[in-house]
């Protein structure tokens, strides 16, 4: 299993961006995905998750309208779009996914708001 994230940067308050992760090694249509996220000093926290069709999204509270995590089965790769973002929305954002009940992790892509 892999899983690589990319398509972070640095962005100014407001600006918007898509994450992408790019997943191979399991049959990706068949799993949930989410994006976490892990601001300094702060415990690592769910941002949204997706289910194995795309048919249904769940979302943090601090994110609701301002995220959208989407998926292409095609493609395998689940995206976040993230847009009005703020200083705090300053992360290394990951991707996971749960299969046979372990844990598979991207090793991140860093987002960093500022002005």
């Known amino acids: 299993v892999q899983l690589v994230e990319s398509g972070g940067g640095l962005v100014q308050p407001g600006g918007s961006l898509r994450l992408s992760c790019a997943a191979s090694?399991?049959?990706?249509?068949?799993?949930?995905m989410n994006w976490y996220r892990q601001a300094p000093g702060k415990e690592r926290e769910l941002v949204a998750s997706?289910?194995?069709?795309?048919?249904?999204?769940n979302y943090a509270d601090s994110m609701k309208g301002r995220f959208t995590i989407s998926r292409d089965n095609a493609k395998n790769t689940v995206y976040l779009q993230m847009n009005s973002l703020k200083p705090e929305d300053t992360a290394v954002y990951y991707c996971?996914?749960?299969?046979?009940?372990?844990?598979?992790w991207g090793k991140g892509t860093l987002v960093t708001v500022s002005s």
């Open positions: 996971k996914t749960r299969r046979f009940g372990m844990d598979y």
């Open positions: 090694g399991f049959t990706f249509s068949n799993y949930y």
């Open positions: 997706i289910t194995n069709t795309g048919g249904s999204t």
